[in-house]
């Protein structure tokens, strides 16, 4: 905001001669346009410094982001620009810290681990799709795990 020739509101009050007049309305008008003019040189700079996007989502997947914003109980902004920030490689947390993500994740391992067993034991055929899960759940854990050692 350096284009903005005076350094405050009374500076550029004094500079204007508005004070010397002592009339209400001059003063006000000039309060008015000194703001005026403040605020578009702040809108300029803050423009500069960042950049918006607008996007378009059809509603099934807006209510898809919506509900998972809820359920980690994050800003829609704040999760898009946190997905964005991590599809650029960066290391950043969505919202859920990862030990509750770890504990979750094997928590439904355990569970699914033990329905195997006792679909099993009962002598019922499991689908093979359980175990494509199972595995992907698992390769998840691995995932996270290599990344925290590294």
Not at 76 to 98: Q, T
Not at 121 to 150: C, M, N
Request: aromatic share 8%; proline share 3%.
């Amino acid at each position: 905001m350096d284009s903005l020739k005076h350094q405050n509101l009374y500076a550029y009050l004094e500079a204007s001669g508005v004070l010397d007049t002592g009339d209400d309305s001059v003063i006000k008008d000039a309060k008015r346009a000194y703001w005026k003019e403040y605020r578009r040189i702040y809108k300029q700079a803050y423009r500069k410094r960042h950049k918006q996007v607008a996007i378009h989502l059809s509603h099934e997947l807006y209510d898809t982001i919506v509900h998972r914003v809820k359920a980690l109980d994050v800003a829609l902004p704040v999760y898009v620009k946190r997905l964005i920030e991590i599809d650029a490689g960066k290391e950043v947390s969505i919202g859920v810290p990862d030990s509750v993500v770890l504990a979750q994740t094997i928590s439904r391992i355990y569970s699914e681990i033990q329905n195997l067993i006792r679909n099993h034991v009962h002598g019922s055929t499991v689908p093979p799709y359980l175990y494509d899960e199972l595995l992907a759940r698992v390769e998840y854990l691995e995932s996270i795990v290599s990344k925290r050692r590294a």
